[in-house]
Nanobody, 121 residues
Framework: QVQLVESGGGLVQAGGSLRLSCAAS????????MSWYRQAPGKQRELVAT???????KYADSVQGRFTISTDNAKNTVYLQMNNLKPEDTAVYYC???????????????WGQGTQVTVSS
């Protein structure tokens, strides 16, 4: 089993910044992909940013140039630096990990519990 624990959400004014963290623990052999998703009230969950084990990154068009995803492999932690936040960024942000694990099945996909980000205008 792999556990993901997020932190760093909160209330910020438009134009401000926040940094989210997601720490993975458990029977991890290797994390293949770590991603951030978000879900606003009444909307579907959407992909915000992805970091693959090869070091490539991908962003949603709506956050390109404002958000940066990074990882600390030694700590199995992924970060999301969010700058120039807008009210439309308000959502619950979820961490997702695709990992090789030391149990059957050898590969699993896991979600964190979510952290609220609220941007006031």
């Amino acid at each position: 089993q792999v556990q993901l624990v997020e932190s760093g959400g909160g209330l910020v004014q438009a134009g401000g910044s926040l940094r989210l963290s997601c720490a993975a623990s458990g029977n991890i052999v290797r994390i293949l992909v770590m991603s951030w998703y978000r879900q606003a009230p009444g909307k579907q969950r959407e992909l915000v940013a992805t970091f693959t084990t090869g070091g490539s990154t991908k962003y949603a068009d709506s956050v390109q140039g404002r958000f940066t995803i990074s990882t600390d492999n030694a700590k199995n932690t992924v970060y999301l630096q969010m700058n120039n936040l807008k009210p439309e960024d308000t959502a619950v942000y979820y961490c997702n990990a695709d990992a090789l694990q030391a149990k059957f099945p050898p590969r699993g996909n896991y979600w964190g519990q979510g952290t609220q980000v609220t941007v006031s205008s």
